[in-house]
C-alpha cells in the first residue's frame, strides 16, 4: 500500500476468517498484512505462519527463539494492507460506519491511483508488486535497472541487500531481457542429456582397459572402469568448492564505489538476485551463459589430465552443477519438511539473503563454510 493512500479498516472477525493457504493474514499490533504470497518463501515453512494467521505476530518476530532482521521486518512491509478496527462489533450502526470509512477509502485510492499512474502502463512489471516507494527509492523502477545502478556509488551495497518481492526489469531490449531470463526445467533439460551421455561414453572407454596414467617414462597405472564412480564424486566434489568460490568471490566481491562498471556487471550477476531473491525467472543460470563456465572448466581439465579421467571427473563437476542450480531454485520456492536437510539448506540460505550477506555462502551443502569460517551461526525457526 502507497504511503500516500489511506489505510483500509477490517474488522477482527475478517481478520480471523484468512487463515489457509489460499488467503493468510497476520497482525502485527494493529496492522494488518496479507502474507499469502510469502508462505511458500518463509525459511520456517508454511505450517509456522498457518498457525499463527488471524494472530498477532510480533513476539514471534523479536524472539526467542529466532529475531528476525531489519530486512526481514522491511520485507513484510510490502505485504502490509491496512488497519484493525478494534472498536467495531457487530451492531449494525457499527458496520455501516466501517463500510462508510471503506467507501472513502476506495475513493480516496481511486483518485490517488489516477494522479500518480496516469502515464504509466498498466500492465508493466512494476506494478504487480509492492512496496517500493516509487517516487523516492535510489533507482526508478519504471525503467531498466542495469544502466541505473552503476550511478549509486558508496550507496550500491547497502541498497542491493535490501531485498524488495517485486519484478526486476533489466534491460529495455526484448532480447536481452529474455535472454535473462530461464525457467527451472530448462537447466536439467539441456545438461542432464548431456551427463548422461558422457557418463557412458566415459565407463565403456574405461571398461576397454586400455587408459593408462603415467608415473614415470617406464611406468603407468591402468585407470580401471570400476574406477568411474570414484572419479565422478571426485569431479562432484570439486564442483561444490568451486560452487563456494564463486559465490563468496565473485558473486560477492564489493564493486569499488567509483566504478560503474563493475558496479553493473556485480548487479548483473548477482546483485539483482539479492535485490529480488524470488524473482523465479532468475533462480537458475541461462544455459549460454552457464556453458561459457561450463566450457572453461572443461578446458582445465582436459590440459592437467589423460583425456578420459578428465572427462570422468568434469562430468561429475557437471553433474553437480545441475544439482546445485535445482536445490537453489527449491531452496527458494520449495517447502521442505521441518526437520529434513532441506528444512535446514533453505533456512540457511534466506538467513543469507536476508541477514548474514557476508557470510553463509555455501548453498547446495554448507560444507566448505566450516573450514573458511563463513559459518552462519545456528538458529531456531
Given at each position: 500500500m502507497s504511503p500516500s493512500t489511506s489505510p483500509r479498516f477490517f474488522t477482527e472477525r475478517e481478520v480471523t476468517r484468512h487463515c489457509t493457504k489460499d488467503s493468510c493474514w497476520v497482525l502485527l499490533g494493529s496492522r494488518v498484512f496479507d502474507v499469502t504470497a510469502f508462505l511458500r518463501m518463509h525459511p520456517g515453512g508454511e505450517a509456522l505462519i498457518l498457525s499463527r494467521s488471524g494472530k498477532d505476530v510480533s513476539r514471534e518476530l523479536e524472539g526467542?527463539?529466532?529475531?528476525?532482521?531489519?530486512?526481514?521486518?522491511?520485507?513484510?512491509?510490502?505485504?502490509?494492507?491496512?488497519?484493525?478496527?478494534?472498536?467495531?462489533?457487530?451492531?449494525?450502526?457499527?458496520?455501516q460506519n466501517?463500510?462508510?470509512?471503506?467507501?472513502?477509502?476506495?475513493?480516496?485510492?481511486?483518485?490517488?491511483?489516477?494522479?500518480t499512474q496516469?502515464?504509466?502502463?498498466?500492465?508493466?512489471?512494476?506494478?504487480?508488486?509492492?512496496?517500493?516507494?516509487?517516487?523516492?527509492?535510489?533507482?526508478?523502477?519504471?525503467?531498466?535497472?542495469?544502466w541505473q545502478v552503476g550511478h549509486l556509488g558508496?550507496?550500491?551495497?547497502?541498497?542491493?541487500?535490501?531485498?524488495?518481492?517485486?519484478?526486476?526489469?533489466?534491460?529495455?531490449?526484448?532480447?536481452?531481457?529474455?535472454?535473462?531470463?530461464?525457467?527451472?526445467?530448462?537447466?536439467?533439460?539441456?545438461?542432464?542429456?548431456?551427463?548422461?551421455?558422457?557418463?557412458?561414453?566415459?565407463?565403456?572407454?574405461?571398461?576397454?582397459?586400455?587408459?593408462?596414467?603415467?608415473?614415470?617414462s617406464d611406468f603407468s597405472v591402468m585407470v580401471h572402469k570400476y574406477t568411474f564412480p570414484l572419479l565422478f564424486m571426485i569431479g562432484w566434489f570439486l564442483w561444490s568448492f568451486i560452487e563456494y568460490c564463486i559465490h563468496r568471490f565473485v558473486f560477492h566481491m564489493k564493486p569499488p564505489a567509483h566504478n560503474y562498471y563493475l558496479i553493473m556487471l556485480h548487479f548483473l550477476l548477482h546483485g539483482q538476485h539479492h535485490k529480488s531473491p524470488f524473482d523465479g525467472s532468475r533462480l537458475v543460470f541461462p544455459p549460454g551463459l552457464a556453458s561459457v563456465v561450463v566450457g572453461f572448466f572443461y578446458t582445465i581439465l582436459?590440459?592437467?589430465?589423460?583425456?578420459?579421467?578428465?572427462?570422468?571427473?568434469?562430468?561429475?563437476?557437471?553433474?553437480?552443477?545441475?544439482?546445485?542450480?535445482?536445490?537453489?531454485?527449491?531452496?527458494?520456492?520449495?517447502?521442505?519438511?521441518k526437520g529434513s536437510y532441506m528444512y535446514s539448506l533453505k533456512a540457511y540460505h534466506v538467513k543469507h539473503h536476508f541477514e548474514h550477506q557476508r557470510s553463509g555462502f555455501g548453498i547446495s551443502t554448507a560444507f566448505w563454510d566450516h573450514p573458511f569460517n563463513t559459518v552462519i551461526p545456528d538458529e531456531k525457526f
Open positions: 526467542p527463539p529466532h529475531r528476525h532482521s531489519e530486512n526481514a521486518r522491511r520485507w513484510m512491509e510490502q505485504y502490509y494492507i491496512g488497519e484493525l478496527d478494534r472498536d467495531s462489533d457487530n451492531d449494525t450502526g457499527e458496520l466501517l463500510r462508510e470509512r471503506r467507501n472513502s477509502t476506495k475513493q480516496t485510492e481511486e483518485k490517488t491511483t489516477q494522479v496516469k502515464d504509466d502502463d498498466q500492465n508493466a512489471p512494476y506494478n504487480l508488486c509492492s512496496c517500493v516507494d516509487l517516487e523516492n527509492d535510489l533507482v526508478d523502477w519504471r525503467k531498466p535497472l542495469a558508496e550507496k550500491y551495497d547497502a541498497w542491493v541487500h535490501q531485498p524488495v518481492d517485486r519484478p526486476i526489469r533489466l534491460f529495455g531490449n526484448p532480447f536481452l531481457e529474455a535472454s535473462t531470463k530461464t525457467s527451472w526445467y530448462w537447466v536439467p533439460v539441456v545438461w542432464l542429456p548431456i551427463v548422461c551421455y558422457l557418463s557412458w561414453s566415459c565407463f565403456t572407454t574405461l571398461a576397454k582397459g586400455t587408459t593408462r596414467i603415467p608415473i614415470t582436459n590440459n592437467l589430465l589423460p583425456d578420459i579421467v578428465g572427462m570422468s571427473i568434469f562430468v561429475g563437476g557437471l553433474c553437480g552443477y545441475v544439482v546445485y542450480d535445482m536445490i537453489h531454485y527449491y531452496l527458494h520456492y520449495g517447502s521442505p519438511k
